[in-house]
Each structure stands twice: as structure tokens, then as C-alpha cells.
């Protein structure tokens, strides 16, 4: 089945700074990633998504590529903000629509 | 617009008696439904998944069953709850085959002592 794995597990950073976080697939399949936002005692908020039919997608300070041939996919947060502490989840579309996420990654921003 | 809720927002049970948490959707019809369990500090692993009224799929053997009773009602349930059981549980809803996007309820942060 669908294999989602996600890199790094925690990330700090500067305010200001940027932040990547990566995720890699094993599914070639898959054609949807969405990226989920999820605040502490929260419910996770989808972000922002990419369709395997494009390669880049932007929306404000926060960006995803894919890149099908190596099953990669990655978020990308320029400038970023004390507000944007949360852990953040990648994840995969697989069969009946079902989401393979990663195990997140926690991203501090510091002031 | 579409909306989902889920009850109860908290709960403390007991080892070995049962559970019941509900989820329902408004403003859309014949979605797709999903129940996850999130441990604490970790990831979302699915549970169940529905496409339709009475048609149930379950992701991993555990202790829990799923079903649904109307189009737009998902009921999670136990006959014993073990301490493992405990962890926030998180439904979401789907369109549907053309439309990948899922959203996430509020969700039930269960404890079992």
C-alpha cells in the first residue's frame, strides 16, 4: 500500500527565515498532496494541495512542488511568523480517496 | 457551505465500558467519511472509511467497529474500550471521487483510565 514518509520529524527557525519540509511517496499512482496545518488541541487545516499535473503551486508566503518522477514533494514557508508554529502534515491520496499522511513535523518559530 | 461536527468535544471512560462519538455533515450530500485516531504527539492513522450508507471499510484490526446509519451521520463505537483506545479522533468528510480535498471536524479528545 501507500507509503508516506516525512522529513524532519521537528524544524526551528528564525522569524524571518524560511522553512522546508519534505515528503517522499511510494505510491506513483498517487496524483493529490495536500499539506494540513495543525495547532495544538486542534483540528488539522488543509493549507494548500498539488494535482500531479503541475509541478509548482503557490498561494501568499507558502509554495508546494512535486516532483512525480522522484515521488517527492515538499512545502515551502518564506518569511515566516511566530503564528506559524504548528505541526504541519503531508500526505497522499491513495484508493477510495484515502489520505496516507506522514508523521508530521513540528516546526517552531522563534522570534 | 459545508459543515461537520462531532460529539461529544471530550470524554473520560472507564477500561471496559463502551463508546459511542458521532459525526455529521451539513450542507452536502453522499460524501465520502472517514474516522482517524491521532495518538498523542503523533500522527493520523485512518480507521474507517465509508462511501456511502451501511458501506464500511476498516483500515486496521482493533477494537472498534464504525457505521452508517444516514448519508450524512458516521458513528465511531466500542463494546469494551481499552486503555490504548485513548487519543483524539478526528472525522472528516470527502465530495468524493473528483474531489480529493478532505476536512477535517472539530474532533473527541478521549481519555480511558
Known amino acids: 500500500g501507500e507509503n508516506v514518509e516525512q522529513h524532519p520529524s521537528t524544524l526551528s527557525v528564525q522569524e524571518g527565515d524560511s522553512a522546508v519540509i519534505k515528503c517522499t511517496y511510494s505510491?506513483?499512482?498517487?496524483?493529490?498532496f495536500p499539506w494540513y496545518k495543525q495547532e495544538l488541541g486542534k483540528r488539522p487545516q488543509l493549507i494548500i494541495d498539488i494535482r500531479s499535473n503541475v509541478g509548482e503551486k503557490k498561494d501568499q508566503r507558502i509554495a508546494v512542488t512535486l516532483n512525480k518522477t522522484a515521488k517527492h514533494f515538499s512545502l515551502h514557508i518564506t518569511e515566516t511568523q511566530p503564528e506559524d508554529s504548528a505541526v504541519y502534515f503531508c500526505a497522499a491520496i491513495g484508493g477510495y480517496n484515502k489520505l496516507i499522511f506522514g508523521a508530521g513535523t513540528r516546526l517552531a518559530v522563534h522570534p | 457551505s459545508q459543515t461537520i461536527h462531532q460529539w461529544p468535544a471530550t470524554l473520560v471512560q472507564p477500561v471496559g465500558s463502551p463508546l459511542s462519538l458521532e459525526c455529521t455533515v451539513e450542507?452536502?450530500?453522499?460524501?465520502?467519511l472517514y474516522w482517524y485516531r491521532q495518538a498523542a504527539g503523533r500522527g493520523l492513522q485512518l480507521l474507517f472509511y465509508?462511501?456511502?450508507?451501511?458501506?464500511i471499510s476498516s483500515e486496521v484490526p482493533q477494537n472498534l467497529s464504525a457505521s452508517r446509519p444516514q448519508d450524512r451521520q458516521f458513528i465511531l463505537s466500542s463494546k469494551k474500550l481499552l486503555l490504548s483506545d485513548s487519543g483524539f479522533y478526528l472525522c472528516?468528510?470527502?465530495?468524493?471521487?473528483?474531489?480529493?480535498?478532505?476536512?477535517f471536524g472539530p474532533g473527541t479528545r478521549l481519555t480511558v483510565l
Open positions: 450542507g452536502t450530500s453522499n460524501p465520502n
Open positions: 465509508s462511501v456511502g450508507i451501511g458501506q
Open positions: 472528516a468528510w470527502g465530495q468524493g471521487f473528483s474531489y480529493n480535498e478532505q476536512f
Open positions: 505510491d506513483s499512482a498517487s496524483n493529490y
